[in-house]
């Protein structure tokens, strides 16, 4: 898969990519800060990853293009070094749902609060 848009919404702080087969998905900033594909996030092998907190209110700052299979997605926290690919982000988007649930429990399970953003 391919994306055939990608729309950067500062305001509502989403990410809006539709796909060559027609898909659209908006990405909350804050998810895709939280499951960068970066060795900081996800660790260098299984179970290194490191939960994420305190990035509620993260903002994309740019987005740079990383030949024709990627994006680098610059953060105004001062991340920038993960590289998401067409397919990963693909697959965040077809398991928002799933993960954006497991990143809660897993901040409930750490005893930390999300604060509001709006």
Do not use: C
């Amino acid at each position: 898969m391919t994306p055939t848009e990608i729309k950067l919404r500062k305001t509502s702080r989403l990410l809006v990519i539709t796909f060559d087969d027609g898909a659209t998905f908006e990405y909350p900033f804050e998810y895709l800060r939280v499951h960068s594909p970066s060795a900081e996030v996800k660790g260098h092998g299984p179970g290194q990853g490191r939960l994420q907190t305190g990035k509620e209110a993260v903002v994309i700052s740019s987005i740079e293009p990383v030949g024709h299979y990627a994006v680098r997605l610059v953060f105004d926290d001062g991340h920038n070094t993960g590289l998401y690919t067409w397919d990963y982000l693909r697959e965040l988007g077809d398991k928002q749902s799933a993960n954006w649930r497991s990143y809660l429990d897993r901040l409930q399970a750490a005893g930390y609060a999300r604060h509001k953003t709006e």
